[in-house]
């Protein structure tokens, strides 16, 4: 591999870590904006988005200059697309980040929205993030596809909290319809997250074997028929 093209991947490589660490960070900011009713906070998560759709830009242009320069073949073409996926994977977890503060600062309630459920959910999420950062980083298929299996768990307890809430709602339909409303919302922007962080495992495991996940269970589905 020629060493100018090696730094490039480097390069990109800490480009998409730190949009993943920007990510992260916007998740916590804006679940805490949210649960606190902190309308500054949100404002601040929801200016801060643009940094991250930027992020995504200067990614993608990158890779394709590299491929440009340098036409790769094989693992380092792979690395290239799967980094471009990523970065197009993480500026969606950004935009669900800034989307669950446009809910608090579009609502009438006033207060804050205590939920355990959601707490947990992101920071399940956030641990989602940093293992597929890691696996990214350190080409660890078995990591990759432990993000890929983690996302049940996090749909799982969406599941709980839904419940939960809509059972508040039936309870008493005056004192907890925004509140439980606004609270499925939340949770399920986290969820949708987390349907993407997996589908970043996949792309690693792509890129470390050249084989996806998701053609696996096809494959096994088509066997099982």
Do not use: W
């Not at 890779?63 to 340098?70: S, T, V």
Request: aromatic share 6%; hydrophobic share 40%; with cysteine.
């Amino acid at each position: 591999m020629p060493k100018k093209f090696e730094e490039m991947l480097k390069e990109i490589e800490n480009d998409i870590l730190d949009m993943a660490d920007l990510c992260i960070d916007q998740t916590d900011s804006a679940v805490k904006a949210f649960v606190e009713g902190d309308k500054e906070l949100a404002k601040h998560v929801r200016k801060r988005d643009t940094a991250i759709d930027l992020m995504e830009i200067k990614i993608e242009d990158k890779c394709i200059k590299a491929i440009a320069l340098h036409h790769p073949v094989s693992e380092d073409l792979r690395e290239l697309m799967t980094c471009i996926k990523i970065s197009s994977k993480l500026e969606k977890v950004g935009d669900n980040a800034a989307k669950i503060c446009k809910i608090i600062l579009k609502s009438s309630y006033e207060g804050k929205r205590k939920n355990e459920i959601l707490i947990v959910m992101k920071d399940y999420l956030i641990t989602m993030i940093k293992n597929a950062m890691v696996a990214f980083k350190n080409r660890d298929e078995g990591l990759a596809r432990e993000v890929y299996n983690m996302d049940k768990r996090l749909d799982e307890l969406y599941e709980e909290l839904y419940r939960s809430m809509i059972s508040k709602i039936l309870e008493n339909p005056t004192k907890y319809l925004t509140l439980a409303t606004e609270i499925i919302f939340a949770a399920k922007y986290l969820e949708r997250s987390g349907n993407i962080v997996a589908s970043i495992g996949d792309r690693i495991v792509y890129m470390i074997t050249g084989e996806r996940i998701k053609e696996e269970e096809l494959e096994e589905y088509l066997e099982e028929k």
